[in-house]
């Protein structure tokens, strides 16, 4: 397929392990690196070609309005939520700004860095809408910085991607971004709802895969993480560009 054209970057949470940081700013404006983890997601999307990002708020959401007025790129549309809607009940709310054609969706807590070739051009390449209802960023568990769960996915060789049982170790685990087809939302009630839902009807139906990242990947979930992180990406001599076209660089 083509680069999608429009991306969810999910930016509503609470940020409570993140505390005290998060006492005075949403989680998603915090730094690491030189950059906030929201413009670190938002960086990515308009250097892949993405043309507007839709961006969710609710605590502290004013400050994230504020933040994003001086961005020039991706076009950015808010979608300010009274009540918190999870992950899935987010986009939904928000559908009707995402347009008709598959779309990313991005969490803002989570970092990563590309390999040879930008992971949204990588996950672009690799949707194929006739066997696919959404295709999920996997990183491998074991290389996942900051992450300490039992992972979430096995993946098929042909990339089909199936949620580890109650008792299972999985060789992956989520990375925060996602491919999905607009309709899967459109299905949903509006209200409180979770991505995991529309991932398990489609892996039921066979239509859910994976890709693997071929990059670093980092999950920024406690103030003790954001030192770590930053010192890691510090150490590998990796600087984050601020003026255009936004993107990581050696």
Same mark, same amino acid.
């Given at each position: ?151 979430? $996915?096995? =993946?098929?060789? #042909? &990339? ?7 008792? *299972?170790?999985?060789?992956? !685990?989520? +990375? ?32 859910? $895969?994976? =890709?693997?990242? #071929? &990059? ?7 103030? *003790?993480?954001?030192?770590? !992180?930053? +010192? ?19």
């Amino acid at each position: 397929m083509s680069m999608p054209t429009h991306a969810m970057v999910l930016a509503a949470g609470l940020g409570l392990r993140m505390r005290p940081l998060t006492l005075t700013r949403p989680k998603p404006l915090i730094e690491v690196a030189g950059r906030t983890l929201l413009d670190h997601a938002l960086d990515r999307l308009e250097a892949a070609g993405v043309g507007t990002a839709v961006v969710n708020s609710h605590y502290l959401g004013h400050m994230i309005g504020e933040h994003l007025a001086g961005r020039t790129g991706p076009r950015i549309e808010l979608s300010p939520e009274e009540t918190l809607l999870e992950t899935a009940g987010g986009v939904r709310h928000a559908i009707d700004r995402l347009g008709d054609a598959p779309f990313f969706v991005v969490n803002a807590d989570i970092l990563w860095l590309d390999g040879p070739t930008p992971a949204l051009k990588r996950m672009a390449a690799c949707w194929d809408a006739d066997a696919m209802d959404a295709l999920l960023l996997l990183m491998p568990t074991v290389a996942a910085v900051g992450y300490e769960g039992n992972g979430d $996915y096995h =993946m098929d060789p #042909d &990339g089909r991607a199936r949620f580890r049982q109650p008792d *299972e170790l999985a060789p992956f !685990v989520y +990375a925060g971004v996602q491919i999905i087809k607009p309709e899967l939302y459109r299905a949903l009630e509006p209200g409180r709802r979770s991505n995991t839902e529309l991932w398990h009807r489609a892996e039921a139906e066979g239509r859910l $895969y994976g =890709m693997r990242h #071929d &990059g670093a990947w980092f999950h920024v979930g406690t103030p *003790e993480a954001v030192d770590e !992180v930053d +010192a890691l990406i510090r150490g590998r001599g990796i600087r984050v560009a601020l003026s255009q076209p936004r993107t990581v660089v050696p």
